[in-house]
């Protein structure tokens, strides 16, 4: 089993709709996790951490279920600007993080 | 500003001609590595560097090499460059091996004919 791993997409999504996708990883020790952000062509950067209660940062809510060993990035009334690659990442390994391959997100107008 | 540069943003080579990506830092970071990335196979680590002086390989090292005389540089040097090499690089940088937040450079694409 990949230490990382996601849906690669792309999702199709329209505009306003509200949509989340999941991340799952491989080791059940893993302490932290975060989602970064990749728009097309450029470098990746953190857009958030999650904690174990769940957090939220605007229209994004990210949360994390242990026992199934997922973490899940849910986007409000999404705007076209979100169209990215989202890249799950999880601390720990021979790096000190494990980045997914990412998920492709496309907003529609 | 704090920012990872890299150069150049764009490279096209051929074969066996050596070459080399630079990286800098103006963050004072210890940690630094280098990935590529491909279609499909995402980021893979090339090389890492915990700090000056100290650098270890990362998933696909082959082909590659790196150096950390100072602590804001982590130049990529391809020696004899192959056309399986051509990729999008991404250095980064982070303040430590612990760190969660990492800052990635601009990229170089880097087409070997």
């Given amino acids: 089993r990949k230490e990382v791993e996601q849906d690669p997409g792309p999702f199709n999504v329209p505009e306003g709709a509200t949509v989340a996708f999941n991340c799952t990883y491989s080791n059940s020790a893993s302490q932290s996790f975060f989602w970064y952000r990749q728009d097309c062509r450029k470098e990746p950067k953190l857009l958030m951490s999650v904690y174990s209660s769940g957090n939220e940062d605007g229209r994004f809510t990210a949360q994390l279920n242990r026992a199934s060993q997922y973490i899940s990035l849910l986007i409000r009334d999404s705007k076209l600007s979100d169209s990215a690659t989202y890249l799950c990442v999880v601390r720990g390994g021979a790096d000190g993080l494990t980045f997914g391959k990412g998920t492709h997100l496309i907003i529609q107008p | ?113």
């Avoid at chain 2, 150069?7 to 051929?14: A, D, E, F, G």
């Avoid at chain 2, 963050?27 to 893979?44: A, K, T, V």
């Avoid at chain 2, 590659?64 to 540089?73: F, G, I, P």
């Avoid at chain 2, 303040?95 to 990635?104: L, V």
Wanted: with cysteine; aromatic share 12%; hydrophobic share 25%.
């Fill in chain 2, 1 to 113: 500003e704090a920012q990872v540069t890299q150069n150049p943003r764009y490279l096209i080579t051929v074969t066996g001609k050596k070459l080399t990506v630079t990286c800098s830092q103006n963050m004072n970071h210890e940690y630094m590595s280098w990935y590529r990335q491909d279609p499909g196979l995402g980021l893979r680590q090339i090389y890492y560097s915990m700090n000056v002086e100290v650098t270890d390989k990362g998933d696909v090292p082959e082909g590659y090499k790196v150096s950390r005389k100072e602590k804001r540089n982590f130049p990529l040097i391809l020696e004899s460059p192959s056309p399986n090499q051509t990729s999008l690089y991404f250095c980064a940088s982070r303040t430590a091996r612990n760190s969660y937040e990492q800052y990635f450079g601009p990229g170089t694409r880097l087409t070997v004919t």
